[in-house]
């Protein structure tokens, strides 16, 4: 089993799939390989089906976690294995809708960063909010990402592998500088204990939780909340889509259009086409002695 999750660690390396992807694909991968009661070669469609059945019905598997669990397997044997008959009919899932992102209130925004006691969480998660970053992008910043003379960050590792450029803001970049004169960072923005790494992505998830419990906020918060609320807060402040979805680096407008959907303060300014009609219509009304 170790030489062909090697195997497959190497296809995925070779595909440049992220570092956070590779892990998880080899997560379930050895769930997989550790199910099975005989050797790899002797397993076929059949066999496979009634793992992902067992995933559906016993474990319960989430709808995001399947699909992966899915990908992983049609990846193992189309490309690592070289047998992409055992899966071209297994049913892929279909893809559910995606959900209202959550949204903070700037106020609550504000209760956040207030709650962080380290300058280096509350400059990370302020980057976050700012720039509209991953957390994975966040923590893999570099000090020489921060072009402070055109008031930009270069994101270089993004995700997909594409680079891209977001805005650096006068507040924030004001922020890195007393963080960057308290810890003196380099090359990485955000280290590790071990200064040659950067900052783990559990690490600031970790604090992140805490932060927001001391904070008192009451919806939930993750590292990808503030990039929700990045996109929304420039949407409602008239920024364009596109734009939007360049910062972001969305490779279409349709995951961008999301956004749209929770901005409430886009949905008050919306005038009801039932208001625009002409006042003058006369339109019948019952009698108020009328039943029903």
């Not at 067992?54 to 070289?82: M, N, P």
């Not at 209202?100 to 969480?121: G, I, N």
């Not at 420039?234 to 939007?244: C, D, H, N, P, R």
Request: charged share 20%.
């Amino acid at each position: 089993m170790q030489s062909l999750l090697e195997r497959l660690e190497q296809d995925l390396v070779l595909r440049k799939f992220s570092f956070a992807t590779r892990r998880n694909y080899l997560l379930y991968a050895r769930i997989f390989l550790r199910s099975l009661s005989k050797p790899i070669d002797d397993i076929h469609e059949a066999d496979i089906r009634e793992f992902l059945l067992d995933q559906i019905e016993h474990h319960q598997r989430s709808h995001a976690s399947y699909r992966q669990i899915f990908a992983v397997i049609k990846f193992l044997f189309s490309v690592t294995l070289g047998r992409p008959g055992e899966v071209v009919r297994v049913p892929f899932p279909r893809t559910r809708p995606y959900p209202l992102p959550s949204v903070l209130s700037r106020q609550e925004l504000l209760q956040l960063f207030e709650a962080f006691t380290s300058p280096k969480y509350r400059a990370l998660f302020m980057t976050c909010y700012a720039a509209g970053l991953r957390i994975n992008e966040a923590c893999r910043l570099q000090v020489t990402d921060i072009d402070s003379q055109q008031n930009l960050i270069r994101v270089r590792h993004a995700k997909g592998g594409h680079e891209r450029l977001t805005l650096l803001s006068p507040r924030l970049l004001q922020e890195l500088r007393q963080y960057w004169l308290l810890e003196r960072p380099r090359p990485w923005l955000f280290p590790a204990k071990n200064a040659t790494q950067p900052l783990s992505t559990d690490s600031a998830r970790d604090a992140l939780t805490k932060a927001a419990l001391d904070a008192g906020l009451t919806r939930p918060c993750t590292p990808h909340t503030l990039r929700h609320s990045f996109a929304t807060h420039l949407l409602e402040a008239g920024t364009e889509l596109v734009v939007i979805q360049a910062l972001l680096g969305h490779h279409s407008l349709r995951t961008t259009t999301r956004y749209a959907r929770v901005s409430v303060h886009l949905l008050q300014k919306v005038t009801s086409p039932l208001d625009l009609l002409p006042i003058a219509v006369n339109i019948p009304r019952p009698s108020l002695t009328q039943e029903g």
